[in-house]
Structure formats: C-alpha cells, structure tokens
C-alpha cells in the first residue's frame, strides 16, 4: 500500500462581492467551514493560480462580473494505504467532495510520499 498527496482543484462561485480580494476570502472561509463541519481540517485550502493565454503569466484564479465571481480554488489533502495513484484520487474526491457538495472538482497532482501513519486520515469505508 501507498502514500499520496492529492492536490484537486474547484470552482467556487460567491455572489454579492464589491472585489475579487473579497471573492477570495469568502469562497477560502466558506469551503474551510464545510470542510471543519465534516471534520476534514486536514484538507488545505488555497487560491488557485490560472495561466494567461496571451503572456503566459501566472494570475489569480479568479473572474468576476456584477458582484459574483467564480473563484479557483485548491484542496490538497493526503491519502493513505492506496493500491495506487487513481485510487487515491478517488478516495480525495469522495472525501472532499462529500464535504463541498456541487463543488466540480479537477485532479491538478497526484504524488507519492512517505509514510506518516500518526494522526492520518482515514479512508471512506
């Protein structure tokens, strides 16, 4: 059995926001609230970076327009005793997207590491 670090990426609308930094920190609060409701405070929250087509540079995943934005977040969360790496992406799918309902959520990274059975999360049964 294996060890992995899985890092999935989501879209998160938020509605009634005057800037995309307010955005941001609303859609981080509310995904960390549903994720501590599910005792998942082992899940990391971030913002998610986008590549612009035209320079190539790195920008904040974030769009907005009238008040709502959408807003590109990242969830990484470590996965223990797996046959292999689609199967750990499987069980951090199911855990987190269990916790965060519609959320559509993309497989960015699948890694291995090593051991760390102390303090772990479980697998869904």
Known sequence: MTNFKVLLEGAWLVRDVKSPDDAIGVAISEAGKRLNNKKLDFVEVEMGQTICPA???SLDGVFMVAGTALVGLLF????YDTENEEHAFRIAKAMVGKALGAVPLRLVEV???EG???GRPMRPR
């Open 116 to 118: 760390g059975r102390a």
């Open 76 to 79: 990484e969360i470590k996965v």
């Open 111 to 113: 890694e291995e590491i």
């Open 55 to 57: 320079c190539g540079e």
